[in-house]
């Protein structure tokens, strides 16, 4: 069926026409395929066949009407002569009225009426016209430009009037002039219907998102109640005006009304608009009218129930799900509970505060082939793809760029839809914005009686893509090319632009303890009063972002809480139970590739560990360039030491700005070790353990010559903790003291 693949949505729909196949307008280019295949007369011979005569018979009609276009356009400069010879005579100061014109063979006579005198203007034909060259310092019309006295008088294309051109045409221009801040004359439907209107936008007004109705029956953009409420709220400036208002029913009112200028942002497009309040109006709806549409260039379909701008006919966008009589706001009221999260499931905004911008490297090339998937992949993946079609996610398009898909198992058995951009993100530029570092999060974390946990559902699909970079971000697969309309996973801009726009978000929630990792948000309270009012806060903050929770990863007023791998209870930071777990059921690896996969997955919990790199020297040394391999009870033992000591991983407490630092030092042959102590007495604790290998040059210093090496690189290690602070450096060595 990889016939059907390539081909274009208006072929399939004609040979569904000619199979008595019922197509909908709603119908997606995969859909159409699998109504031709699941016929029950299909013949793939028969429609492989028919299907190319149709798209042969389109592509023929095309020629043949760029053909005609060709032709029409190769004679303008000839019809333009023949239909204006009286003005081109006068030019030449001949007075003649109505003159006969007798054409023959390349020859055009002009006789006069009114004069004896003849006149015989002879026109070269078309391509002699075109290709002689002017002779020199003569005034030749057809190559000089019009002198000021020979240009054809300015007229009104509309009524005729000269010396004005129909846009400024005093009798052909009927609309009245608005000042700026009276209007003469305001059409407005406001009449109550059962229904809900179906031309609603979503938009964004002065970075307010929400929804309203485009309305060609409005001569001018009207604000509702609840956006005048923002627009005040956000100090805008108003100012006062009057007009006469004329309703549904005919009557007329003369109104004072308050006007505002602002910007409306949609789909990636900004425009200046005057709106409109009327201050009597209560519970109105934001309106676009008809004053809107004109400058955005706006075309509705109401059959469809699509909109799109009219320099880009065949890119439409679905009208916004309609609100009812008590939602109809530009943005969702806050005035409900907000320690509800929102209901699974929902369809995700298609607008949001930041947008994805992918930049390439000059030359850049995206398009990389894909390769096979079976048939249980590939049902799997048909039904990815209409889940994110049906979300706004994802469209078909037609692109230069093209990522492969990848389909990756989870631990439950599940697939993952992913697309691997190594290719485009090779050639793009980076997003050089910080990314905060997981170890100062963990002492940040300090524990509280009680803590929140909130996991961001679907994290990247929440942020749009900037509608000129979105044709980079396609990607190819067995039913079609497809682009993300919201950023997608695997992107190399993606964490530094979901990250920005956390960080956005933590900015407006003032005295409270919240610390976030890209998808992952803590909170943390004292009280369970303040519990309650940091909970609504953020959630508040969530709102007015647009971003949805996955109720399933969120905890509430805990205790003990689960935090980039690692635990956070009253005693401190522990490790995570289940990934110790699973390294002491890994098996003694069996190559130098399973060695370094085991000693990177212990990393992870090296800070726990005393003189880790002493513990792993066997296993490194396996990893060095040129070393022999060899699996024996030196090796065997240090796997053994390595997982038993990460199910006895030290405790270590959060810092404490009060408290006194310590740190303790020893260097031995082959490493040296440090940890990070507070507190005196039976009150020390570990903040944290460090280590390292001696390289080949540091293993030949003296005894001193190391420990002292090992303090000086204590100190650097733990500069962020103890700079500026009063510290004690303990030593066994006694010459160092």
Known sequence: MSYLAAVKKEDLRSLCEDLGLTVTSKMSVIAIRDLIINDTNYDEEFTREHLKSIIQNRKSDYEQRMEEIESERSFEPEKLRLSQPQQSATAHGLG???????????KVWIK?????????????????????????????????????????????????TPGFIREKCPNCTTEPKAESSRFEYLKASSCFVTTT????????????????????????????????????????????????????????????????????????????????ALLNAKRNRTLLGTDFLKKSGIMLDLKNQQWFFNDMPRKKFSFAENVNDQSQHPVDSLDVNLCTLREEGRRLNPKQKDEL?????????????????????????KKELDKLLEENIIEECESPYAA??????????????????????????????????????????????FMITIDLKSGNH?????????????????????????????????PATFQRLIDKFRSGLKDMLVLSYLYGIIVLSETFEKHLDDLKAVFERLLLFKMQSNRNKCNFACERVKY????????????????????????PPKNVKQVQSFQQTCSWYRRFNLNFAEKSRPLSNLTKRNALWKWEEEEQKAFNTLTQCLTTASILKQMDDTKHFIIRTDAGNYSMGTVLLQGLGAEKHPLEYASRLLNSAERSYS???????????????????????????????????
């Open 96 to 106: 003649v009225e109505k003159p006969t014109i007798e054409i023959q063979k390349n």
């Open 112 to 160: 006069s009426t009114s004069s004896t005198v003849e006149h015989e203007n002879t026109i070269s034909s078309r391509k002699q016209q075109f290709s002689r060259k002017p002779i020199p310092k003569v005034n030749n019309r057809d190559y000089a430009p019009r002198q000021q006295e020979d240009r054809l008088p300015v007229k009104c294309y509309g009524c005729g």
């Open 197 to 276: 209107p179906v031309s609603t936008l979503y938009l964004r007004v002065n970075g307010i998102f929400g929804k309203a109705c485009a309305d060609t029956g409005s001569s001018h953009s009207i604000a509702g109640e609840t956006l005048y409420t923002l627009l005040k709220d956000e100090s805008a400036e108003f100012r006062n005006g009057t007009m006469c208002i004329s309703l549904a029913d005919g009557q007329r009112s003369t109104e004072d009304v308050l006007i505002t200028t602002v910007t409306l942002g949609i789909d990636g497009r900004k425009f200046d608009q005057e709106l409109i």
């Open 357 to 381: 911008v992918a930049i390439l490297k000059k030359n850049a090339s995206g398009f990389e082939p894909g390769g096979d998937l079976s048939s249980v992949k590939k049902e799997f993946l």
């Open 404 to 449: 492969p898909v990848v389909l990756v198992p989870k631990p439950n058995g599940d697939i993952r839809l992913c697309i691997d951009y190594t290719g485009f993100n090779a050639t793009t530029i980076a997003d050089s914005y910080p990314l905060p570092r997981m170890d100062d999060l963990l002492h940040a974390a300090k524990h509280t009686p």
């Open 462 to 494: 929440q942020i749009s893509v900037c509608s000129s970079d979105r044709d980079k971000t396609a990607f190819m697969c067995p039913f079609g090319t497809f682009l993300f309309l919201r950023m997608p996973f695997g992107l190399k801009t993606a």
């Open 564 to 587: 980039l791998g690692h635990y956070i209870t009253s005693s401190g930071v522990q490790v995570d139970p289940d990934k110790t777990a699973a390294i002491r059921k890994m098996v």
């Open 703 to 737: 005894t001193t010559e190391r420990e002292e090496l090992a303090v000086v690189w204590a100190l650097n290690k733990f500069r962020g903790y103890v700079e500026g602070s009063e510290i004690t450096v303990a030593s066994d060595h006694q010459q160092l003291k």
